[in-house]
């Protein structure tokens, strides 16, 4: 089309975002739509939403803006934020992250937009990296074991103190919180205590520990206002009681002190921010967990181990308890799904970067300037609180104290607000000499400062010598090799090669909607602006961030039908809990603090049961009829029984099976009428944006996953942000926190905004795509699924569909009755599909034996059928062994994936090479080459390895070793 004749004034300079968005083209669309037996895209969504819940009026969002116009107005709202200078401290570090890592990782989609590695062939390099973080982890609190990240600081604390409660032999139901921890973990934890029935007790921990019964106690190293307290004696006095010990332990600190695995703890928790993730107003930043072997099976998240595949060389994956809640259900350790993988990766490579040398280098700094300023400050009368201190002090400052924070914000700089009469400042990698002389002068108000040349050389170390670091640390050859920019550089891509990211190939995962992560919405997280803001600065210094919350708080509420929102929740799963917290917490407020009971049906995410435990209540599963959908009568039976009881039913929607369920509103009735809440999980919301609301059609609360549904990127598991949506009535329940003016609820994550810093992804998908493009979105997402269930149907039974036939925006394929023909498995199946360059379909969730395909609306229609041509091909290869034309034992599918090394070996198998790499002609071009063949799960667990392994483990194993471990 020519723009001829078109008022300048509307040219458009850019092709709208829409368009690069969705993949198919309209021309595509209509050939998929004719296909599956339409003429329009709405006719055919009219047959797959139930119009009793389908909503005809366009969102009321803003016009749809260009890339360029989107950024421009984003840009203008993050100059609104003002970068002061951070000495706040409190668990939160300024930190310089090293430009190769900036680059070739935080802004590289290769890592970014990589899925949780549950299928480990194709997760080799993120596994590594894992690896490295928790060698890291294990080395610097001297523990034997850690995860592969948790949320945050304080969410951590919180899982430690009920992991204590599981492992404790005291038979107490206190816990013991230093009143030398964070504020916001002693906000987080009380919040986390209360439905559990545990009682807090925050104190002076060694005078508790002595003269109490509890379950456990947990310890701030070093305090939050600086000190560096000996709690080996706490420590001792804990374990005589039965009680177990966590020290929150601060990471750079640790490369000079003597560790918490040295002094008897017994976990070992925090945060990994200062390891060269940015401050980004609270987060997203990865947390650590830490504990003795003996604990492992209890401890909450994911964990990276060594196994082996096939050949027996060596192979990392995921180790024990995976999916944990989707087996343990109400009884899992905890709900936590997505972690903060990419975060934790950052951590890591930052300490691969600097190595053992380079941080204490770090730490002897900061340390040095924190002793030079104390020093200074002295001089002018002023008392320092601590004694002891590694990069955090308190000065009294009496009635100067309004004046000296007047005179930092004269000089940009935060300082710690402690009381009236005290201050904290706190150091960071950032600090130069020049800044240790403004703070002087501030401190100063009328007499001169000393020159910092003049302090310097007089000063020494203000750490304790019975609590000086004594044992080495990071020696392990990948914390030695990667020190030049080259090497580094090469070390990351060598990694990110090994992978299957969305930048190589589609990631048809059901239920995780891994659609495009699209550049103009990543590039605003790391500005300055957005990444360099304290989360505890003062509210006249954010005011960029808090008006761009707010708006993106209204489209959510715009696009659900709720009428608030928070964004606080880090993950789905931290949704759930602080969307049942406030069903509770509103209960409660109307004297019905009585009703405990969570109806939930069989074929929720695991993640459902697991929240409603934490949130103190009975779990009571309903029924799901032959065709997936909830059991409508099992529900009303249900309810009657429990009718007084009825806390909430949390049920997902469009329904974990992809369907529209028709029955919807009659089951948030039934539960209405009961006197209960619903909670609709809107973890599948890309099927209804723009279509329906869940605040609409009888839902009280919701989760969204920002990381599924509205494009943050999956980041290999993490980072996350779960908001939840509440009706009017829940509003007062929503999470509160301790550094937020007006206070609601307690606080569910340490910042107030959780993972403030990727909102903007959010913001500028939403932005760019406006009303109509958000609807499209939804519409293509269901044509894209339901096109691939066409294709696939007349190869593979395709379970589950609505009333008139059709999926929602995914299908299930079900292998079970091919497997009884002919042995091959969804494991077969699944493997077979990386020989074709593909990340495989969700495994037997949520019917064991399946595959569950979501494609979304970012996959071009070239892409969709090239997925199908390789699923259609590998059923043919299913029919050869079915037709005995194979060995049921050894064929293609069972010894996929095939590796380069397969291809070099002397080749005995009754395929040919060709086959086996190069199924179908397309894939000779850009063939991807898992760099391991099939890995052995059951031996890593039996032989649990969960740092990085010596050298000399990586000769070759025996085979015979293998075969036995195998066989055991
Ligand atoms: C992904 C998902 C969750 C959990 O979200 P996380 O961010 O991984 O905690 C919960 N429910 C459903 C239906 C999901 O698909």
Known sequence: MSDVGT?????????????????????????????????????????????????????????????????????????????????????????????????NLLENPAWYTAYTPYQPEISQGRLEAL?????????????????????????????????????????SNTFVVSTDCHPQTIDVIRTRAEPLGIEVVVGDAAQLCRNSKYFGVLL?????????????????????????????????????LKPPGEFGADVVVGTAQRFGVPLGFGGPHAA?????????????????????DRSGK???????????????????????????????????????????????????????????????????????????????????????????????????????????????????????AQDVETLWSVFAMTGTPPGFDAVEPYVFRAIPKALLRSSPFLEHPTFNRYHSETEMMRYLRRLSDKDLALDRTMIPLGSCTMKLNAAAEMIPVTWPEFGGLHPFAPEDQTEGYRVMIEQL????????????????????????????????????????????????????????????????????????????????????????????????????????????????????????????????????MNAMVGLCKPGQFGGDVSHLNLHKTFCIPHGGGGPGVGPIGVKTHLAPFLPGHSALPSRRAGAVAAAPWGSASILPITWMYITMMGAAGLRQASQV??????????????????????????????????????????????????????????????????????????????????????????????????????????????NPLTNAPHTAQDLAAEWVRPYSREQAVFPLASSVESKYWPPVGRVDNVYGDRNLVCSCPPLSDYAEPHPDEVETARAA
């Open 288 to 308: 650590f967990f830490a504990t003795k072997e003996a604990f492992k099976r209890d401890m909450p998240g994911r964990l990276v181990g060594v196994s082996v």
């Open 131 to 171: 690896l490295n973080f928790q060698t890291m982890i294990t080395d610097l609190t001297r523990m034997e074991i850690a995860n592969a990240s948790l949320l945050d600081e304080a969410t951590a604390c919180a899982e430690a103190m009920t992991f204590c409660q599981r492992l404790s032999k005291s038979g």
């Open 314 to 432: 060596p192979a990392l994956r995921l180790a024990m308890q995976t999916r944990e809640q989707h087996i343990r259900r109400e009884k899992a350790t905890s709900n936590i799904c997505t972690a903060q993988v990419l975060l934790a990766i950052i951590a890591g490579m930052y300490a691969a970067y600097h190595g053992p040398a380079g941080l204490v280098r770090i730490a002897e700094r900061v340390h040095r300037l924190t002793a030079v300023f104390a020093a200074g400050v002295g001089k002018f009368g002023f008392t320092v609180q601590q004694q002891t201190f590694f990069d955090t002090v308190t000065i009294v400052t009496g009635a100067h104290t309004p004046a000296i924070h007047a005179a930092a914000r004269q000089h940009a700089i935060n300082l710690r607000v402690i009381d009236d009469a005290s201050i904290g400042v706190a150091f960071d990698e950032t600090t130069t």
């Open 220 to 256: 701030q190293y070093p305090a939050t206002q600086g000190d560096i307290l000996d709690y080996a004696g706490c420590i001792a006095n804990a374990h005589e009681r039965g009680a177990l010990a966590v020290v929150s332990a601060d990471l750079l600190a640790l490369t000079l």
């Open 553 to 684: 708080e209204q489209m959510l509420c715009v696009i659900t039908g709720y009428d608030a929102v928070s964004l606080q929740p880090n993950a789905g799963s931290q949704g759930e809990y602080a969307g049942l917290l406030a069903i509770r917490g509103y209960h409660a407020s109307r004297g019905e603090g009585h009703r405990n009971v969570c109806l939930i049906p069989s074929s929720a995410h695991g993640t459902n049961p697991a929240t409603a435990q934490m949130a103190g209540m009975e779990v009571v599963v309903v029924a799901c009829d032959r065709n997936g959908n909830v059991d409508v009568a099992d529900l009303r039976q249900k309810a009657e029984a429990h009718s007084a009881q009825i806390a909430a039913l949390m049920i997902t929607y469009p329904s974990t099976h992809g369907v529209f369920e028709e029955a919807i509103r009659d089951l948030c009735d039934v539960v209405h009428r009961h006197g209960g809440q619903v909670y609709i999980d809107g973890a599948n």
């Open 781 to 890: 997402a269901m044509l894209n699924a339901n096109y691939i269930a066409n294709r696939l149907a007349p190869h593979y039974p395709i379970l589950y569909a609505g009333k008139h036939g059709f999926v929602a925006h995914e299908c299930i394929v079900d292998m079970r009755p091919l497997k009884e023909k002919s042995g091959i498995t969804v494991d077969d199946l699944a493997k077979r599909l990386i020989d074709y360059g593909f990340h495989a379909p969700t495994m037997s969730f949520p019917v064991a034996g399946t595959l569950m395909i979501e494609p979304t609306e970012s996959e071009s229609k070239q892409e969709l059928d090239r997925f199908c041509d390789a699923m259609i091909a590998i059923r043919e290869e299913i029919r050869a062994v079915e037709l005995g034309q194979g060995d049921v034992r050894n």
């Open 7 to 103: 008022p300048l004034a509307q040219l458009q300079n850019h092709a709208e975002f829409v368009g690069r968005h969705i993949g198919p083209t309209t021309g595509e669309q209509a050939q998929m739509l004719a296909q599956i037996g339409f003429d329009s895209i709405d006719e055919f969504i009219a047959s797959v939403v139930p119009p009793h819940i389908a909503e005809h009026a366009p969102l009321a969002l803003p016009d749809a803006r260009t890339e360029v116009d989107a950024l421009k107005a984003l840009k203008a709202l993050a100059a609104k934020n003002r970068r002061f200078r951070s000495h706040i401290g409190t668990g939160y570090y300024d930190t310089h992250t090293p430009n190769v890592i900036l680059r």
